[in-house]
């Protein structure tokens, strides 16, 4: 099985588990599966994805000067639909009409907003639905997967293959001592991924 956009390689897994480089049958497999699944959990934890697609994504603005629009390593056109006939047709201009905005205090971080100038032509259109068209790549990158987050998956995927030794949640032995596999993240990995944990509003 083909990883899927993971975000630890699975040379990197088989040697931290001293399993060496080579392709093993079945590990080598079900390394690759815990890889993907591992990837994804972190996904799940963080409210973000670390790995870059490019598409078009089409957003409702609520407000005419600012506009969260998720990640994004790099936006190449923002359209909208300023006469709300459902089809985005005003391209703005970069630098002119808006800036996107990051958060500038971590190096490396993708753009997350769309901020209107002052100075330019044109506002988001307000309440019109779908009525910002957003066309780039989405995510982080190619190879700007953050270090803590590779290092966070290698945790998370090597104790999650150690599992199969495990099958009823715990390790260790009477003399050495039993220590229960827990049902979620490893606390090293959740302290890890805590600095890029998208923060839900309070409904």
Known sequence: MAITNGYVTRNDVQQALGLGTATLVPDSEEIDQVITSVSRAIDDYCGRFFYSVAGTVTFTANDYLYL???DWSAVTSIKTDEDNDGTPEVTLTAGTDYRLATNKVVP???YTAIQITSF??????????????VIGTRGWGANAVPAPVTAAALIQTSR????????????????????????????????????????????
């Open 108 to 110: 490396g971080w993708p």
């Open 120 to 133: 330019g032509s044109h506002t988001l259109p307000l309440g019109v639905t779908e009525g910002v068209e």
């Open 68 to 70: 969260p629009i998720g």
């Open 160 to 203: 999650i293959h150690a599992r199969r030794q495990s099958p009823y949640g715990v390790a260790g032995s009477p003399e050495g001592g039993i220590v229960r596999l827990l049902s979620r993240l490893d606390p090293d990995v959740e302290l890890m991924l805590r600095p890029y944990r998208v923060i839900q509003e309070a409904i």
